[in-house]
């Protein structure tokens, strides 16, 4: 059977896995989300040329001929007149709501305002227009040209329960007040397409309130929801049904004393393009998800502030929020979250931009919560006083995400775990600062860090830790740390707590004492290489402080400024088969296997394949298959199967030896043949 051209795209947009199966088996994420997004919009397009609008088949069309507000003479007739022979925009409402099936208002240029005031009746007589019976669409000329105005006497259009398939287009609702819904109180199915919802006020929800189940969403297309206020909660929105904005705009709402300067729901939101910015309240300055759930691509969210809470973005109490390409900038919060905070739940950004968002506590960018996912996205230029960029909650998984930039004006520059676990792969963190402790990474006692193929580089801190600052139990596998800086431990600071580095590349950082790791805890250092960092006060350029026990590892070529103790200082324990260029000002007894006084032969930090810049072994270096014949092994005992750089150990590297090298890189012999970049004949 052959099927339509909608059909064909409706099956590619909500059946991912076809697409996968046309697209190839390893397309990229974000790739896929761009081709949902335009297969459903075309799929959408395509419906409409097919089928015609949804309200196309009119029992009745009245066309409105006079801005006055006036009764219908005879609601049921048929005929849209006054006593004064005129069509109203209330009178043909009257006509639509007697009337059977589904009827057409048409509403030219003009200013309506209701002038009959009179709450709480739902025929339509007297203050809102009541509409009750669908479907009805009312179309005006153009939301800059045809305005209903509430005359400030109720709000301006009221749906009562299971009224549905209600359309709004080309028009503008403003001026209208109630206790809830000052522009628009809806519990039907009700869509509005380019119509402006503006200046309106209400108790709750000063644009719109809406009341309706999934079976009766509210949807905005192309339509503006500004400046509308609400005493309490949802400024600009209130709803407990079903949400849907596509490449719509809410905007500069207020939310008095509540939650939701732009919209409050405990429903569920699908957003797709749009904005949703400058919008203000105590909590949730942009959006205020209580339990329900939240599906947002392609949109921006920017300007909003929450005023003494937080969440200046969105946040989410409990529930699910996926933001899949979407934007998070300039928001503010007075406690956590500047552009996103969360409770309970789960959190999922894919391919997301979080930058220049401020909060006054902590997680300038994010405050996690419970569940907290951030994949293929950009941290950047947020501040707080702690976890500027992101400050994790109970179990926060981050993945290809760069982290930069950001500023701590306490702790944390980048990610700040202040409990539960946090787990780092295949990112970049890099360019943060924290006037005191861990400018990029700072784990704090109880939590726990899994750091794996990630670079943490030109972080700087004025205390504590320039990359990481461990107090808890973190485990790195497959890293490079550099160029980052501190009072102690420019690279690493681990005060208690357990830290555990396996195939981990220090170099080129810099501290008064430790440039590379400072530890007063326990920290094993596995296949690692410790190299070019350097410390200002003689304190230990590679190593400085106690309980660091190393394990086929190079400690060498690094400086202090006195020359008393170049590679490290204090106690250093060997648990052999590792290369110390110098154990000046250090305590340091050699075990099996052990190389000191001997330089390592490296080569410059640089891409030498994988995921982390590395230091090469160079030809004729003394690491070269020098690591314990037995095999080298990482944390708690477990084999070493690869280096740093994901590529397979123990090689002979040319020595005629099959056994591990000492660091975290591992040479093979013909790597040494062709290093001049000719490959054989």
């Known amino acids: ?120 009746e739902d025929a339509g007589a007297t203050g809102d227009l009541d509409v009750t019976s669908g479907p009805l669409t009312i179309t005006g000329a153009g939301a800059a040209s045809t305005v209903v105005d509430g005359g400030a006497i109720d709000r301006v259009l009221h749906l009562p329960f299971f009224v549905s398939r209600i359309g709004l287009t080309d028009l503008t609702i403003r001026n209208g007040t109630a206790g809830n819904g000052g522009g628009i109180a809806s519990a039907g199915q009700l869509f509005l397409l380019r119509v402006v919802v503006r200046d309106n006020a209400a108790g709750n929800a000063g644009g719109i309130g809406h009341g309706g189940t999934a079976d009766l969403p509210l949807v905005l297309t192309d339509s503006t929801v500004t400046n509308n206020t609400a005493t309490q909660n949802a400024g600009g929105i209130g709803q407990s049904g079903a949400l849907t904005l596509d490449n719509s705009t809410i905007s500069d709402n207020v939310a008095g004393t509540g939650s939701g300067g732009g919209i409050s729901s405990n429903g569920s939101i699908t957003a797709t393009g749009g904005v949703i910015s400058g919008n203000t309240a105590p909590t949730g ?104 960029g992101i400050a994790s909650g109970t179990a926060t998984v981050i993945t290809a995400t760069t982290v930069s930039g950001n500023d701590a004006s306490v702790s944390g520059g980048g990610i700040l775990n202040g409990g539960g676990s946090v787990n780092v792969a295949g990112s970049l963190i890099s360019g943060n600062t924290a006037v005191q402790d861990g400018a990029g990474i700072f784990i704090q006692t109880g939590a726990s860090l899994t750091l794996q193929d990630t670079t943490v580089s030109g972080n700087q801190a004025g205390l504590l830790g320039g990359g990481l600052r461990n107090g808890g139990t973190s485990t790195l596998e497959r890293v490079t740390l550099s160029g980052n800086s501190a009072a102690e431990g420019g690279g690493v600071y681990a005060f208690g707590g357990d830290a555990s580095l396996t195939n981990v590349t220090l170099s080129g950082n810099s501290a008064a004492s430790g440039g590379g790791i400072y530890a007063n805890g326990d920290l094993s250092l596995n296949n690692g290489t410790v190299t070019a960092n350097t410390a200002t006060t003689g304190n230990g350029g590679g190593l400085g402080g106690y309980f660091i026990t190393l394990r086929n590892s190079i400690v060498a070529a690094n400086a202090d400024t006195g020359g008393e103790a170049p590679d490290c200082s204090l106690n250093v324990i060997s648990a052999g088969y590792n290369l110390i260029g110098s154990t000046a000002g250090c305590s340091f007894v050699p075990d099996a296997g052990d190389q000191t006084g001997v330089a390592a032969g490296l080569g410059p930090l640089g891409d030498n394949g994988g995921p982390t810049a590395t230091h090469a072994l160079l030809a004729g270096s003394l690491a070269l298959d020098a690591g314990n014949p037995a095999g080298c092994t990482g944390a708690g005992g477990s084999p070493l199967t690869t280096d740093q750089r994901g590529f397979p150990r123990p090689l002979d590297g040319g020595t005629g030896v099959v056994r591990c090298d000492v660091g975290a890189f591992e040479r093979f012999f013909q790597d040494l043949i062709f290093a001049d970049g000719f490959e054989p004949t």
């Open 285 to 388: 300055g942009g959006i205020f998800n209580d339990a329900g759930t939240v599906d947002v691509v392609g949109a921006t969210i920017t300007g909003n502030t929450a005023t003494e809470g937080s969440g200046g973005g969105l946040i989410t109490s409990a529930g699910t929020v996926t933001l899949t390409d979407t934007v998070l900038s300039t928001n503010q919060a007075s406690n956590t979250g500047g552009g996103l905070a969360q409770g309970m739940g789960t959190v999922t950004l894919v391919g997301c931009t979080v930058a220049g968002n401020s909060a006054s506590n902590g997680g300038g960018g994010i405050g996690g919560g419970d569940n907290l996912s951030v994949a293929s996205s950009l941290v950047m230029d947020n501040t707080a006083p702690f976890g500027a």
């Open 1 to 120: 059977m052959r099927r339509s051209p909608v059909c064909l795209i409706l099956a590619l947009a909500v059946r991912p896995g076809t697409a996968f199966a046309l697209l190839g088996d390893t397309p990229t994420i974000r790739a896929v989300v761009r081709l949902r997004r335009r297969l459903l919009r075309l799929a959408a397009a395509l419906a409409l040329a097919v089928a015609g609008p949804p309200f196309a088949a009119q029992a009745a069309t009245f066309v409105v001929n006079s801005t006055a507000d006036a009764v219908d003479a005879a609601p049921g007739d048929g005929s849209c007149a006054t006593a004064g022979a005129v069509c109203t925009l209330r009178a043909a409402i009257q006509e639509a709501n007697a009337l059977a099936g589904g009827d057409a208002i048409t509403l030219p240029a003009g200013t309506y305002v209701l002038t009959l005031a009179g709450v709480g």
